[in-house]
Structure formats: C-alpha cells, structure tokens
C-alpha cells in the first residue's frame, strides 16, 4: 500500500537575494534533513538554473511550480513520485533560502505515512502533520475533482503512437485532461469518463465521429 505526500512552499526575493540565489547551486545535501527519512535520492551540485528547469519539467497531474518572481510550489504527490522529486524540491528551496530569499517550504504526509517536515529561517525541523497549507491544497483538490464542468479536452487530436508511456489525466487545478507519463494517480478513470463524455477516444485522445 504507497502513500500520498503534500508540499507547499513560498520564497520571496529582493533583487540582490534573488541574483545570489540564482549564480548559486543546488545540491541534495542542502536539504537532506527534509527527505532522507524516505528518498535516497542524492545528487551533486548543478547549477542553480539547470535545478529550476528540471523541476519546472516535472509532468505530474497536481503540481503547480513558478519562480519568475517568488519561487512557489504546490503538489500533491504519490510515493513514487515524491521520492523521485522531492530531493530536487527541497534542494531548489534550500538555496533559496540560504540566498537571503524569505518563506518556508512545507512537506507533509496526507495518507498512509506520517511525517511532517518544514524548512524556513530555523532550518530544517519537525512540524505539525495538519498544516493550513497542505489542508487547503487537499480542499482545493477535492472541489475541482467534484466539480460539475466539463474540463477543455486536447485541441490537437494525438494518435496512440505519439503518446507511448504516457495516459490521459483529469488535472483538477486546471480542470483540464492533460497527457503525462504513465504513473500512479488516482483519478485515470475519470479521464476517461470526461473523454468518453464529451465525444474523445480515452486511448489515443481523437475525436470519435
């Protein structure tokens, strides 16, 4: 049986904190405290930059992720995918943090594990499992899922070959069906019952006639 693990985080910069943040590095060990109790995970230093864009790639169907001005992050993420990313979270947060930037990153089990980690201006230390900040990410979850309205479907119909490895997915921030790599979520039927519903085949994506 996995587990399900949330993380929410907010740094804010001035522009010295932000350009020293940024000329920086990442490094797994930075912020170890935070995932080592479940991902043994590791990597070296990288350029600050190159951290950024690997997690801004991260195709998951519950994650936002911006650092154009604050650097935020919100997810909701199964075992699996909280111990191939949150190292690289943490670590991005890390230096953040340790540039001068202010705020706190949050991670913290919602189901089927326990532990509750938060790292902010006194480092890394235990916090409470029913943070305000996981609960509203949980809340916002659970009303877009329930929402009545249909979510926009592909405007480019996509052939079965195109998407080898991946599945369509209801993301419920965007209220969209977006196509990510195949992984362990939780709401892959309900994919397909809105593509069915509005006219789409739920294996390659195009539109029944």
Request: glycine fraction near 8%.
């Amino acid at each position: 049986m996995g587990w399900d693990a949330g993380i929410a985080g907010r740094v804010t910069f001035d522009a010295k904190a932000r350009k020293v943040w940024l000329a920086s590095a990442a490094d797994s060990k930075s912020a170890l405290g935070l995932t080592k109790h479940v991902s043994k995970r590791r990597f070296g230093p990288m350029p600050m930059a190159d951290a950024l864009e690997a997690v801004a790639k991260i195709e998951l169907p519950y994650l936002r992720f911006d650092w154009k001005k604050a650097l935020s992050i919100e997810a909701l993420l199964d075992e699996d995918a909280y111990l191939d990313h949150a190292p690289a979270i943490a670590a991005v947060f890390a230096g953040a943090l340790a540039s001068g930037g202010k705020g706190e990153l949050v991670l913290c089990a919602v189901e089927g594990a326990s532990f509750a980690w938060s790292l902010g201006a006194r480092g890394i230390v235990k916090t409470k499992s029913d943070r305000p900040e996981i609960a509203a990410l949980e809340r916002r979850y659970r009303s877009a899922s329930a929402a009545p309205k249909l979510p926009a479907l592909p405007e480019q119909p996509v052939g079965q070959k195109a998407h080898r490895g991946k599945v369509w997915v209801y993301q419920p921030f965007l209220n969209k069906v977006l196509l990510v790599p195949r992984v362990r979520i939780p709401n892959v039927e309900r994919a397909r019952e809105i593509m069915i519903a509005n006219g789409y085949d739920p294996d390659t994506g195009e539109k029944k006639r």
